[in-house]
């Protein structure tokens, strides 16, 4: 059974900052590349940015700069720090693996952010 229980949304001016965090099952964590994805009303979801399990990580465009991913792998947890937030990055959050068969399995809820401009 998948379990990511996603955590940290919420309301924010343009300009302002969120720390998300993601809690996982460690058959989904354990030696996994990491990542945060997220999906914006009418859009498909997208990769936001990854990190391995010795913490290299690596950012879409949009991120650069502005977020970072971390991990803990002794609590099975990931962050995304989001700093100077925009309204397009409003959008709902959610972590999980970057391998296909396992990330295929299911989703968490996602937590929502929203930047108001």
């Known amino acids: 059974q998948v379990q990511l229980v996603e955590s940290g949304g919420g309301l924010v001016q343009a300009g302002g900052s969120l720390r998300l965090s993601c809690a996982a099952s460690?058959?989904?964590?354990?030696?996994?590349?990491m990542g945060w994805y997220r999906q914006a009303p009418g859009k498909q979801r997208e990769l936001v940015a990854t990190i391995t399990s010795g913490g290299s990580t690596g950012y879409a465009d949009s991120a650069k700069g502005r977020f970072t991913i971390s991990r803990d792998n002794a609590k099975n947890t990931v962050y995304l720090q989001m700093n100077s937030l925009k309204p397009e990055d409003t959008a709902v959050y959610y972590c999980?693996?970057?391998?296909?068969?396992?990330?295929?399995?299911?989703w968490g809820q996602g937590t929502q952010v929203t930047v108001s401009s």
């Open positions: 999980n693996t970057v391998v296909a068969a396992i990330r295929d399995r299911g």
């Open positions: 460690g058959s989904i964590f354990s030696g996994s590349v």
